[in-house]
């Protein structure tokens, strides 16, 4: 399920905006990489997000 987001939120803002569903290609688990550093976004089972290194 996707969330609408207000057009005011793009217009407004210029920081990036990315759907954690699109992150996890609709799992709950991705890999992301920061200076060499490998973290671990999870969405849990109550929608929440979690960054972990």
Do not use: C, W
Not at 11 to 38: K, W, Y
């Amino acid at each position: 399920m996707t969330a609408l987001i207000p057009a005011s939120v793009f217009e407004a803002d210029t920081v990036p905006i990315h759907d954690a569903l699109n992150l996890t290609n609709g799992g709950a688990l991705a890999r992301i990489v920061l200076s060499g550093q490998i973290y671990s976004l999870r969405i849990t089972r109550a929608g929440k997000l979690i960054l972990t290194k």
